[in-house]
């Protein structure tokens, strides 16, 4: 089965810099999806990135990037210029390519705060 | 595209119980997701439904809960007989198919007194 794992609780930046959030998983899979999702206090979760596993160049979505690491199984999200809006949870998620069930596997969150 | 919605945002019940929820997906998208997320852990796959097919349940879904999506439009979610334990934020998400982003709802957060 796969697995998801998020070792920062919690992180905070302040406000302009940049921050990265660790996440490895583990998988025996060769192809699938790895997302980033923010959950902003009572408010729904939204996605911020997404990354193919084919797919050697790590997505980037404006101040968002990922380092996929596919050998080492890691796949850090990088906020850039960090703003007040982002402080969130921030979830990491796996989905099988293969299969037609196409849930979502998560991690446990890294709640960001942003620092005026 | 209006997004995911659900209803109620928040039920608070009894234990004993029975509580029933809501989801409204994104018009057009076949796929529809149930997850639970409780305090401090990320969402927990519940079951999905391709169209008007619940195709598959996780362990999680005991036979204490059901769903239901009835002509694959909007979907409920019923627990019976609630237990403490089933406190959790319920979280819906649509996409149009297997390979495509999921889209989720605000949730409903239930809590059993």
């Known amino acids: 089965a796969q697995t998801v794992t998020q070792s920062q609780p919690e992180m905070s930046v302040q406000e302009a810099e940049t921050v990265t959030l660790s996440c490895t998983y583990d998988t025996s899979e060769s192809d699938y999806y790895l997302f980033w999702y923010k959950q902003p206090p009572s408010r729904q979760m939204i996605l911020v990135i997404r990354q193919e596993a084919y797919k050697q160049q790590n997505a980037t979505e404006n101040r968002f990037s990922v380092n996929f690491q596919k050998a080492a199984k890691s796949f850090s999200l990088k906020i850039s210029d960090s703003q007040l809006g982002d402080a969130a949870m921030y979830f990491c998620a796996y989905r099988s390519r293969g299969g037609s069930q196409g849930n979502l596997i998560f991690g446990k969150g890294t709640k960001l705060s942003v620092k005026p | 595209d209006t997004g995911v919605s659900q209803n109620p945002r928040h039920k608070i019940t009894k234990r004993g119980q029975n509580v029933t929820f809501r989801c409204d997906p994104i018009s057009e998208h076949n796929r529809l997701y149930w997850y639970r997320q409780t305090l401090g852990q990320g969402p927990e796959f519940l079951t999905y439904f391709q169209n008007e097919a619940q195709l598959e349940k996780s362990r999680l879904l005991s036979d204490r809960f059901s769903a239901e999506r009835p002509k694959g439009s909007f979907s409920t979610l019923e627990i019976q007989r609630t237990e403490q334990g089933d406190s959790a934020m319920y979280l819906c998400?649509?996409?149009?198919?297997?390979?495509?982003?999921?889209?989720f709802g605000p949730g409903t957060r239930l809590l059993v007194l």
């Open positions: 998400a649509s996409s149009r198919e297997v390979s495509a982003t999921q889209y």
